[in-house]
């Protein structure tokens, strides 16, 4: 194999036009009308193997105009799994006529393959195994592939796409295609199929990354430790305070058992101040970032290394939020289905039978409870909208501009709005003692610390004065030097000048 160039750096491949997916495939039935229709003449591909992977990936090569050739220990028991349009034959006589070869068999079962090694001299084998753990071997599946034929050149991709992806098509599915291997030429002829099944191919590097791609799949959730270690840690602080609140505060001082409040009524308490403060966390970086950028009056001088990660991990925070909003609309709908809610009602119902009371309308309360759940709505809908326009799929489909119009404008404007879900809520009970539980203010005055500092910092640097001085800083413009800049003035025309000055 040939040595490794100094293209050993990520390199993304653009998408082509003309690679673009066929019809979606659901199943073999299906895929087998369409794959037959394909058009004849392209590049042979041969697949070695027989199981779902290899079926997918066949039915993918088929669709996307490659003529395909599936080889198999036992071709006839194997042939009705595969689509018509691909042609299911014994190994060695599959590796004679492709030139590229997908080897889609278990890293134990390699050396099965031994026996073709005359016959793959010169060919390109692409490794598409995954490892059951993470640094599983000592060296990669490719990289082990790639010592018992030397004399062949190995490629390792198409590890990181599910079976399900192939059938389906790239754009229900992740589109990246990761490859990497110590030929260059190789790697372009694997990135050229990839492009024309309609995936993204991008280019690792060199063979050593190999055992880095082939762990990317066996991860779990790594974006989202952090994020959900938060989560947990801010269910369970506001959930003991909760606790200590409804039910233990009656427990000592009205020997009152509250007990049954724990599942529902605490939870869907908690739930809320969880998903309001997750919200305020996924703009309080940016706050911090820019009060960064204003002190030292440059765009260029690094974060620190905390601040980098929390920008990082806004989406999964923000996500998380909307979790915990939707979970607390569910309870919240739940709370009138409980056997103490209608005990209660009852009780209040007799309660005013024996003292005579002919209503007990409450207009503040009507109008105060109409407000919070209305404003409520709005802000489980913005969030709603935040949610989906995250996901690859649908913010694949915006511009810059209207993505950050949606997640940057749209959800302060979801953050201010759940600002004032929650003072509806509260009203008036922050001025009134008996809701003071052991000196403990009420649950929700906790949660408006951070989301208030985050919405009077962001009026703050809307500030004509402020939003001017860290536009030009994130245009290049640093305290202290002569740097030319170009602004847009007050009639909508731009303007240019050189300073120097720390204005």
């Given at each position: 194999?040939?040595?490794?160039?100094?293209?050993?750096?990520?390199?993304?491949?653009?998408?082509?036009?003309?690679?673009?997916?066929?019809?979606?495939?659901?199943?073999?039935?299906?895929?087998?009308?369409?794959?037959?229709?394909?058009?004849?003449?392209?590049?042979?591909?041969?697949?070695?193997?027989?199981?779902?992977?290899?079926?997918?990936?066949?039915?993918?090569?088929?669709?996307?105009?490659?003529?395909?050739?599936?080889?198999?220990?036992?071709?006839?028991?194997?042939?009705?799994?595969?689509?018509?349009?691909?042609?299911?034959?014994?190994?060695?006589?599959?590796?004679?006529?492709?030139?590229?070869?997908?080897?889609?068999?278990?890293?134990?079962?390699?050396?099965?393959?031994?026996?073709?090694?005359?016959?793959?001299?010169?060919?390109?084998?692409?490794?598409?195994?995954?490892?059951?753990?993470?640094?599983?071997?000592?060296?990669?599946?490719?990289?082990?592939?790639?010592?018992?034929?030397?004399?062949?050149?190995?490629?390792?991709?198409?590890?990181?796409?599910?079976?399900?992806?192939?059938?389906?098509?790239?754009?229900?599915?992740?589109?990246?295609?990761?490859?990497?291997?110590?030929?260059?030429?190789?790697?372009?002829?694997?990135?050229?199929?990839?492009?024309?099944?309609?995936?993204?191919?991008?280019?690792?590097?060199?063979?050593?990354?190999?055992?880095?791609?082939?762990?990317?799949?066996?991860?779990?959730?790594?974006?989202?430790?952090?994020?959900?270690?938060?989560?947990?840690?801010?269910?369970?602080?506001?959930?003991?305070?909760?606790?200590?609140?409804?039910?233990?505060?009656?427990?000592?001082?009205?020997?009152?058992?509250?007990?049954?409040?724990?599942?529902?009524?605490?939870?869907?308490?908690?739930?809320?101040?969880?998903?309001?403060v997750m919200l305020s966390l996924v703009y309080l970086p940016g706050v911090l970032a820019a009060c960064s950028q204003l002190y030292?009056?440059?765009?260029?001088?690094?974060?620190?290394?905390?601040?980098?990660?929390?920008?990082?991990?806004?989406?999964?925070?923000?996500?998380?939020?909307?979790?915990?909003?939707?979970?607390?609309?569910?309870?919240?709908?739940?709370?009138?289905?409980?056997?103490?809610?209608?005990?209660?009602?009852?009780?209040?119902?007799?309660?005013?039978?024996?003292?005579?009371?002919?209503?007990?309308?409450?207009?503040?309360?009507?109008?105060?409870?109409?407000?919070?759940?209305?404003?409520?709505?709005?802000?489980?809908?913005?969030?709603?909208?935040?949610?989906?326009?995250?996901?690859p799929s649908i913010a694949n489909s915006l511009n810059w501009r209207e993505f950050s119009f949606i997640q940057s404008s749209l959800?302060?404007?979801?953050?201010?709005?759940?600002?004032?879900?929650?003072?509806?809520?509260?009203?008036?009970?922050?001025?009134?003692?008996?809701?003071?539980?052991?000196?403990?203010?009420?649950?929700?005055?906790?949660?408006?610390?951070?989301?208030?500092?985050?919405?009077?910092?962001?009026?703050?640097?809307?500030?004509?004065?402020?939003?001017?001085?860290?536009?030009?800083?994130?245009?290049?413009?640093?305290?202290?030097?002569?740097?030319?800049?170009?602004?847009?003035?007050?009639?909508?025309?731009?303007?240019?000048?050189?300073?120097?000055?720390?204005?």
């Amino acid at each position: 194999m040939a040595p490794c160039s100094g293209a050993c750096t990520l390199l993304h491949i653009s998408w082509m036009s003309g690679g673009d997916m066929a019809k979606p495939l659901l199943g073999h039935r299906s895929t087998e009308g369409d794959c037959s229709a394909a058009p004849p003449g392209g590049r042979t591909v041969g697949v070695l193997g027989s199981g779902d992977f290899a079926r997918s990936l066949a039915v993918r090569l088929v669709c996307s105009g490659f003529k395909v050739l599936v080889g198999s220990r036992n071709p006839k028991r194997k042939a009705s799994l595969f689509p018509a349009a691909a042609e299911v034959t014994f190994q060695a006589e599959a590796v004679k006529k492709a030139d590229v070869i997908f080897v889609a068999i278990f890293r134990e079962h390699y050396s099965t393959l031994c026996d073709l090694a005359d016959v793959l001299v010169g060919k390109i084998l692409v490794d598409v195994s995954n490892n059951t753990e993470i640094n599983h071997h000592k060296e990669s599946n490719a990289e082990y592939l790639a010592s018992l034929f030397p004399a062949c050149t190995v490629v390792k991709g198409f590890n990181v796409v599910s079976a399900w992806t192939l059938q389906s098509g790239a754009r229900d599915g992740n589109k990246q295609v990761l490859i990497c291997s110590n030929n260059q030429e190789a790697k372009r002829t694997v990135a050229e199929i990839a492009q024309a099944m309609g995936f993204t191919p991008v280019d690792m590097g060199c063979m050593s990354s190999a055992r880095e791609i082939e762990n990317i799949p066996l991860r779990l959730l790594p974006a989202w430790k952090i994020p959900i270690f938060l989560a947990l840690g801010l269910f369970i602080c506001f959930f003991t305070y909760n606790l200590v609140r409804q039910v233990i505060h009656p427990y000592i001082r009205e020997q009152k058992n509250k007990l049954y409040k724990i599942p529902i009524e605490v939870v869907n308490t908690t739930l809320p101040c969880v998903s309001y403060v997750m919200l305020s966390l996924v703009y309080l970086p940016g706050v911090l970032a820019a009060c960064s950028q204003l002190y030292y009056g440059t765009k260029y001088r690094r974060f620190p290394d905390w601040l980098d990660q929390w920008l990082q991990h806004r989406k999964q925070i923000g996500l998380l939020s909307f979790f915990c909003a939707a979970l607390h609309a569910v309870y919240s709908l739940c709370l009138p289905m409980r056997r103490s809610h209608r005990y209660l009602l009852i009780e209040t119902a007799v309660k005013q039978a024996v003292e005579k009371r002919m209503t007990i309308w409450v207009e503040e309360e009507v109008w105060r409870m109409e407000i919070y759940i209305s404003v409520g709505i709005i802000a489980l809908g913005l969030l709603s909208l935040l949610a989906i326009t995250s996901l690859p799929s649908i913010a694949n489909s915006l511009n810059w501009r209207e993505f950050s119009f949606i997640q940057s404008s749209l959800g302060f404007v979801a953050l201010v709005i759940s600002t004032l879900h929650t003072l509806t809520y509260g009203w008036s009970r922050a001025f009134d003692e008996n809701q003071y539980k052991f000196y403990l203010p009420p649950t929700y005055t906790l949660t408006l610390l951070v989301p208030c500092t985050v919405i009077i910092a962001k009026v703050i640097f809307s500030l004509p004065c402020i939003q001017h001085r860290l536009l030009r800083i994130r245009r290049g413009w640093e305290k202290g030097r002569y740097v030319k800049f170009v602004l847009p003035s007050a009639t909508g025309e731009f303007s240019s000048g050189e300073t120097s000055s720390n204005v």
